[in-house]
């Protein structure tokens, strides 16, 4: 295929910005400023990094960061050009909508009217698929599921039965929704007996699940994820949490059973919530960090177990100054020894 070819005017009006010296430069491909090459462009967001940009490069950034005698397009927020501009040079052909003569559809299937769904892929009897949706190879859509309009279903996903898939939803490849929740009680005379699952899981309008993440259907009731929120790949949602819109969670991250985290949360990656914990709106919980007890809105926490930031930094540094400390100690431990011993002698 053919790379889309336009001229840095073009991609100005594109993007919402301005250009800098030459107009007429063609570009065809985004690369990293220090990869830069003839026909490509290059977002830069950090100011600390234009040392480092190669000479000539044309760059995507903010008012007045290009120099004299450079081209470019200068915006108020480059990020948000950028995907402007990702979007129009991408060349991922568009789905056509139909099923595919190797899908395996039930008839007892409801399709709405322009979807794609291609081969392998199996819509289960009952399901329900709403308009513009488009269903990859070998995804699994069970019984009774529901997913929205306008979704995006990728090769291997699993929606187990009765699933509610909102509205605008992407499912990255061999993520699970829907699947049994962790839960046993021990008995001493049968071991460990299973609770059954009888609940489902939803997820609303515009939500996000990265590749191999998983969300557990409730016990009972539903588990939850709110309208917005993007969940990293490798992320484990357990049964009946529930998670509010526009929240972040981030890759290997892990979320305990009927956990409560509220609207416009990060949670960055290898983060963990303990079971029944509620985290507060607007929390952020550092890398690593572990949530023991309920955390409330607005805090910044980190460490493990997770606390106000500012004072596991404290911490933290003072933990770096112990082998200085320790090294100090034995000093002042010999120094008293031969002060003991002298008054000894004197004695």
């Not at 005017?9 to 063609?26: F, H, L, R, S, Y």
């Not at 990094?49 to 397009?73: A, N, Q």
Request: hydrophobic content about 40%.
């Amino acid at each position: 295929m053919t790379a889309k070819k336009i001229s840095l005017a073009q991609a100005a009006q594109i993007v919402k910005g301005t250009v800098k010296g030459d107009p007429e430069i063609i570009i065809s491909e985004v690369l990293p400023p220090e990869k830069a090459k003839d026909g490509s462009i290059s977002p830069l967001w950090e100011k600390k990094f234009i040392p480092s940009v190669r000479k000539g490069t044309v760059l995507l950034t903010k008012h007045g960061w290009i120099g004299e005698g450079e081209s470019g397009i200068e915006t108020d927020d480059p990020r948000v050009a950028l995907i402007a501009l990702l979007a129009f040079l991408s060349d991922e052909p568009a789905p056509q909508p139909g099923i595919s003569a190797d899908a395996h559809v039930s008839p007892d299937a409801v399709i709405g009217n322009n979807v794609s769904v291609a081969a392998g892929a199996v819509i289960k009897a009952g399901a329900v698929i709403g308009e513009n949706t488009v269903i990859m190879e070998s995804a699994v859509i069970c019984e009774e599921a529901e997913i929205g309009s306008d979704c995006l279903i990728e090769p291997g996903v699993v929606v187990y039965r009765r699933s509610k898939i909102g509205r605008g939803c992407v499912l990255h490849s061999n993520c699970v929704i829907g699947c049994e929740g962790f839960g046993f009680v021990p008995d001493p005379k049968a071991g460990m007996i299973k609770i059954p699952q009888i609940g489902i899981a939803r997820l609303d309008d515009g939500v996000e699940i990265g590749a191999c993440s998983s969300v557990d259907r409730a016990t009972f009731g539903e588990t939850y994820i709110g309208p917005m929120t993007k969940i990293d790949s490798h992320v484990k949602i357990g049964h009946n949490c529930e998670v509010g819109a526009y929240t972040i969670i981030v890759a290997q991250s892990g979320i305990a059973g009927s956990t409560k985290i509220g609207r416009g949360v990060i949670m960055a990656a290898q983060s963990g919530a303990a079971n029944h914990c509620t985290i507060g709106d607007g929390c952020t919980v550092g890398g690593r960090a572990g949530v023991m007890c309920d955390i409330p809105p607005g805090s910044t926490v980190s460490g493990f177990p997770a606390q106000n930031h500012k004072v596991e930094l404290r911490q933290q540094a003072a933990l770096r100054r112990v082998p200085e400390m320790m090294r100090q100690l034995h000093e002042l431990e010999k120094k008293i020894e031969r002060i003991e011993k002298a008054c000894d002698a004197d004695a």
